[in-house]
């Protein structure tokens, strides 16, 4: 699931947010608008439909969540790939006729690379809470297979008999989060 919010979110978003860098007319523009639009439906919006619509399993709430991702995702490559166009060893690349495929495969990734992966971890971090969220109301994985997002909605009923059993499903969420964010993070 983590992999495929991944995948889909920073993939796309990182193609359309150097595409809209490299096209700095109308259609740059146009890139970057529907990317805002992608920011104004929240997260959990989305993949709520796409688990109401399309079933209820790991892969679709990954689609989901990596699909609400790409907006950020685009704005976010845009930023870094704009700055990195107006660095002075992508302008003296371009001079020399670098262009295209091989100005952004051999100069702009490359550099954007360990930018994107901290904030992957950052993100990652938040796709399991999400992820967690859609399993708490039921949209998650099978109901029958343990979840940690179905654990507390199971155990809410419990939780001033027995608290730790939300303590401990609530707790692996956050070493997860902390981990992967840890992990994308390292220098």
Do not use: K, Q
């Not at 979110?9 to 193609?15: A, C, E, P, Q």
């Not at 209820?56 to 990954?62: D, K, S």
């Not at 490359?110 to 992957?120: D, R, S, T, Y």
Request: charged share 10%; with cysteine.
């Amino acid at each position: 699931m983590l992999g495929c919010v991944a995948a889909i979110g920073m993939i796309g978003g990182t193609v359309f947010g150097v595409a809209a860098a490299l096209l700095s007319d109308w259609r740059g523009t146009l890139i970057r608008r529907a990317a805002e639009m992608f920011i104004v439906v929240p997260t959990l919006v989305v993949a709520l439909t796409a688990a109401a619509l399309f079933g209820l399993n790991p892969v679709t709430a990954g689609a989901a969540l990596g699909l609400a991702g790409i907006g950020p995702y685009t704005l976010f490559a845009h930023g870094l790939a704009r700055r990195l166009l107006a660095e002075p060893f992508v302008r003296a690349a371009r001079a020399l006729g670098v262009a295209g495929p091989g100005l952004v495969l051999r100069h702009i990734l490359p550099n954007m690379a360990p930018v994107l992966f901290a904030h992957i971890g950052a993100n990652a971090g938040l796709a399991v809470t999400a992820y967690a969220a859609l399993a708490f109301l039921g949209l998650g994985a099978d109901p029958s297979r343990p979840d940690w997002g179905a654990m507390l909605f199971e155990y809410r009923m419990f939780i001033f008999d027995h608290p730790l059993l939300m303590v401990w499903p609530g707790l692996a969420i956050a070493v997860v989060a902390a981990t992967l964010n840890a992990t994308f993070d390292a220098d």
